[in-house]
């Protein structure tokens, strides 16, 4: 089947709710990931960790250690968030809170409010926070368009006042 025809197909499929599409997956509309109860505890705890922790998320080896989730039962657990949008990753090693992450979006606003072009050190700043989550999260935003990296400094994105959340 021709690439064309079968996203022609596959659109359909989901528009007429034969399929859902999750985080670039399809699947049945019936289908639904059952988790056992440790692993809806763990889930549990890893949005309390997230999401408490604001614009400064736990790292992937940390939330492992939290968990005491193997790598591979880490990952499984944060992809399902993902595609639920109960997280966002950032990076491989970071994975913030839709509501960090629209926080962060907001003060990027306010500081392109003031300024036409600001460097990661000066959003480094108005965030709060350290290079170590600063760096991920500026790249982030250029993925979204949020802001647009020229050389050394930032400038606005099309898509800054658009809400991410």
């Known amino acids: 089947m021709r690439p064309v025809l079968l996203e022609a197909v596959m659109a359909h499929l989901v528009s007429s709710g034969e399929l859902v599409a999750t985080g670039g997956n ?11 109860k440790a692993q809806r505890a763990a889930r549990d705890t890893l949005l309390e960790q997230v999401q408490s922790a604001g614009l400064t998320p736990p790292t992937f080896k940390e939330l492992g250690e939290l968990l005491g989730q193997p790598r591979d039962g880490l990952q499984a657990l944060l992809a399902l968030c993902v595609d ?37 050190s000066q959003l480094r700043e108005a965030w709060g926070i350290s290079r170590k989550f600063a760096v991920p999260l500026c ?15 930032r400038v606005a994105g099309p898509k800054l006042a658009v809400e991410l959340a």
């Open 139 to 153: 790249e982030y935003y250029d993925e979204m368009e949020i802001t647009v990296r020229q050389g050394n400094v």
């Open 26 to 36: 399809l699947g049945p509309a019936d289908a639904q990931v059952q988790l056992t």
């Open 84 to 120: 639920e949008g109960l997280v966002v990753a950032v990076s491989e090693d970071l994975h913030f809170a839709p509501t960090a992450i629209e926080q962060g979006r907001g003060v990027c606003a306010d500081v392109f409010a003031e300024e036409s072009e600001v460097t990661m």
